[in-house]
């Protein structure tokens, strides 16, 4: 099972909305990712955790608030986002440590800022 | 110098052909590299990973590495329509940090 689930499919919020992306696994990974892509763009790695701690924050503004509250579980606190970010967002799981680190990725959350 | 280099193309290659892609990195430390399809409006799929130089075989795909040119490619034979995607190749540097090329997109013509 390589299953990586996120929720919503669709998110639409304001700028001065508060809202979260929730994505769980239940492979028994202890990495789990969030990355932006945009249109016609790779994906952009935004946060890592490595058991359940942060890991990598690549200088992504505080607007964006990531939150690992077990193994399975991973979540993205938004807040006063901006049109910019309006994005598809990618939760990926892998197994940590040396070695082979295949990532495999959830549907993916498309947020639309207005 | 970006960190992994793809010909974005678009690449366009009759169906029942070989498409070749192809992917350099800049980081010599890099351990392990993959390739991804992600079809329109849709997330990454992971189709092959390589870790060691040479060849590796999964059904119509073939990976190949080359650690000392700091180059991987992807081969599909018997290319289908249904292969028609985007594919990148993304480069793990250490531990988890994934870096991802631009893609390269492959229309497979019937």
């Known amino acids: 099972d390589t299953e990586v689930t996120q929720t919503p499919k669709h998110l639409v919020m304001g700028m001065t909305n508060k809202k979260s992306l929730k994505c769980e696994q239940h492979m028994g990974h202890r990495a789990m990712y969030w990355y932006k892509q945009k249109a016609k763009k790779p994906p952009e790695l935004m946060f890592v955790y490595s058991y359940e701690k942060l890991s990598i924050n690549e200088s992504v503004p505080s607007r964006f608030s990531p939150e690992c509250p077990n193994s399975s579980l991973l979540n993205l606190h938004l807040h006063a986002l901006q049109p910019e970010d309006s994005a598809l967002y990618l939760c990926?799981?892998?197994?940590?440590?040396?070695?082979?680190?295949?990532?495999?990725f959830g549907p993916g959350t498309r947020l639309t800022v207005t | 110098q970006k960190e992994v280099e793809q010909n974005s193309g678009p690449l366009s290659v009759p169906e029942g052909a070989i498409a070749s892609l192809n992917c350099t990195y800049s980081?010599?430390?890099?351990?392990?590299f993959f390739w991804y399809r992600q079809y329109s409006g849709k997330s990454p799929e992971l189709i092959m990973s390589i870790y060691s130089n040479g060849d590796k075989e999964d059904g119509r795909f073939t990976a190949q590495l080359n650690k000392a040119s700091q180059y991987v490619s992807l081969l599909i034979r018997d290319s289908q329509p249904s292969d028609s995607a985007t594919y990148l190749c993304a480069v793990n540097k250490n531990n988890n940090d994934m870096r991802f090329g631009a893609g390269t997109r492959l229309t497979v013509k019937p």
């Open positions: 990926a799981s892998s197994r940590p440590g040396q070695g082979a680190r295949e990532q495999y």
């Open positions: 980081d010599r430390v890099s351990q392990s």
